[in-house]
């Protein structure tokens, strides 16, 4: 297995674009996670989907962040607009059920707004 | 919510020497604590886990402990080697309340060969 595939790796963009970071997990897992890492605020749990719906996404900062996941094996964390702040390292992560069981982290997605 | 607070935030040892790093917990609902290591520019992984139905976890160099009244629990390296050098981040999980995720602050271990 690949394991959590993440795209873009890399994503450099201008204050009020929009961002849409991708995920695709492990296959036969049912839940998967967004997390933000900061040097400020460290690593931090958006949201969290199982059998693709959203069961805690009350770590979404504000609006300007939305998450879905269509089906099984893809899920899309965007930004609209993003500013200088959400800058970080985004990391999408998927468990066989739930966030108690083991949770593979992908290779995250380093995001700049300028 | 629940506050997950972890120390020490920097550490530093002789290779071959023993590493400890402390997590404490505010609700007492928590009832799953992994442990993660995250090499530089590298994903978080999973390195053990323990649930709050034992006190003591071991899986050869590395034991978890949990002290469930005290609301804390520790990670110990044993025979440190220089490929232990990384940041480590404890959590704390609850079941029943949205099953949210609460990670400590990091721990970034050096061992010195």
């Known amino acids: 297995d690949a394991g959590v595939i993440q795209s873009p790796r890399h994503e450099v963009t201008e204050m009020g674009q929009e961002v849409t970071l991708r995920c695709k997990p492990i296959?036969?897992?049912?839940?998967l996670f967004w997390y933000r890492q900061t040097m400020m605020r460290g690593l931090e749990l958006l949201i969290y989907?199982?059998?693709?719906?959203?069961?805690?996404d009350s770590g979404m900062p504000e609006d300007r962040f939305s998450a879905k996941m269509p089906n099984a094996s893809f899920s899309t964390l965007k930004i609209q607009p993003s500013e200088p702040r959400d800058s970080a390292v985004y990391f999408c992560?998927?468990?066989?059920?739930?966030?108690?069981?083991?949770?593979?982290f992908g290779p995250g997605t380093r995001l700049l707004v300028l | 919510g629940e506050n997950v607070e972890q120390h020490p935030s920097t550490l530093s040892v002789q290779e071959g020497d023993s590493a400890v790093i402390k997590c404490t917990y505010s609700?007492?609902?928590?009832?799953?604590f992994p442990w993660y290591k995250q090499e530089l520019g590298k994903r978080p992984q999973l390195i053990i886990d323990?649930?709050?139905?034992?006190g003591e976890k071991k899986d050869q160099r590395i034991a978890v402990t949990l002290n469930k009244t005290a609301k804390h629990f520790s990670l110990h390296i044993t025979e440190t080697q220089p490929e232990d050098s990384a940041v480590y981040f404890c959590?704390?999980?609850?079941?029943?309340?949205?099953?949210?995720?609460?990670f400590g602050t990091g721990t970034s271990l050096t061992v010195i060969p």
């Open positions: 992560a998927s468990s066989f059920s739930g966030p108690q069981e083991t949770q593979y």
């Open positions: 296959s036969g897992h049912n839940s």
């Open positions: 989907f199982n059998n693709n719906v959203p069961i805690d």
């Open positions: 609700d007492s609902a928590s009832n799953y």
């Open positions: 323990i649930r709050s139905n034992v």
């Open positions: 959590a704390a999980s609850q079941e029943y309340t949205g099953n949210q995720f609460y």
